[in-house]
């Protein structure tokens, strides 16, 4: 149902509208700092939800729920969920 490298389906529900509504997350549990190349540190998730994406004819929302990174390294501000593969 969701063909995108890295990306696996967390569930998916239909919304009061009638809306496919897809949950989505990144298998990627590592990721280096792009500043000073350490690895970063988790620092929660946070919902980006992207409309228009029909499928077996419905409207869908897709609400990928992204991991937010941090560096570790004082000074390096730095955060953001690494893009899945296409
Ligand atoms: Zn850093």
């Known amino acids: 149902m969701f063909n995108a490298s ?4 967390l569930d998916v529900t239909r919304d ?3 809306q496919l509504v897809v ?3 990144t298998d990627q549990a590592l990721t280096g ?3 000073c190349g350490v ?3 988790g620092h929660g998730r946070r919902v980006h939800c992207a409309h228009d994406a029909p499928a077996f004819g419905s409207a ?3 609400a990928w729920v992204k991991r937010i990174w941090r560096s ?4 390096a501000r730095w955060a953001r969920s690494p893009r ?3």
Do not use: F, I, Q
Not at 6 to 9: E, F, P, R
Not at 72 to 75: E, I
């Open 60 to 62: 869908v929302l897709v």
């Open 6 to 9: 890295g990306m696996h389906v």
């Open 72 to 75: 570790p390294t004082p000074g």
């Open 33 to 35: 700092c792009p500043v």
């Open 39 to 41: 690895v970063a540190v």
């Open 16 to 18: 009061d509208a009638g």
């Open 23 to 25: 949950r989505v997350e």
């Open 84 to 86: 899945p593969t296409p």
